[in-house]
């Protein structure tokens, strides 16, 4: 279940595999575990901007398919800047809606404090046809920081998997992701 998140002052108090928003990823797994994952930044994914960039972990994780953790170009503390639980909805997306509403009302009492935004379906910009979208509710917090719960529903031509994400953003990733990563 993705229901195991605690009350919490900040965004940073959660956790997503035991990480949080702050910690360093050296403190999970080495340097050179680090250096062989595989990296979605601009030359490997969409992102126009390589000021911050994602690694996805596979192993050693036991909620999710996979974990994505964002961190800063060239920073060798491997700070994380956001984190997202993927969990794979391949054979049934329909599922992951129904998950998806499950844990808004979990994160409505949690987030008390967070501004709450759904967005329905919207096209997905790594996907030029307009075919995969993305399911989202934001939970906005007032320093700029925020929680995501969102469903990827990738055209098959994409071949991406189907998944829920559960994430946390940092204020920096986030402005990073709104105002460069994409443009």
Not at 16 to 43: N, Q, T, V
Not at 72 to 91: C, P, T, V
Not at 107 to 127: I, M, Y
Request: hydrophobic share 35%.
């Amino acid at each position: 279940s993705f229901q195991t998140l605690v009350k919490a002052d900040d965004i940073g108090d959660f956790e997503i595999e035991g990480m949080s928003i702050g910690d360093s990823l050296l403190d999970f797994i080495s340097e050179s575990e680090i250096s062989s994952l595989s990296r979605y930044d601009k030359k490997n994914g969409s992102y126009k901007s390589n000021k911050f960039f994602d690694l996805r972990l596979k192993k050693n994780i036991n909620k999710y398919s996979e974990v994505l953790v964002g961190v800063k170009f060239m920073d060798k503390s491997y700070k994380i800047f956001s984190l997202a639980g993927a969990k794979d909805y391949s054979n049934n997306v329909s599922d992951c809606y129904v998950e998806m509403t499950n844990i808004e009302k979990t994160f409505n009492e949690l987030f008390k404090n967070a501004k709450v935004k759904k967005v329905n379906k919207a096209k997905h910009p790594s996907d030029k046809s307009g075919l995969s979208t993305i399911s989202s509710v934001y939970f906005d917090f007032p320093n700029q920081d925020y929680a995501s719960i969102q469903c990827f529903d990738w055209h098959k031509d994409m071949n991406f998997w189907d998944n829920l994400r559960i994430g946390l953003f940092s204020a920096d990733y986030s402005k990073w992701l709104q105002y460069e990563a994409h443009k």
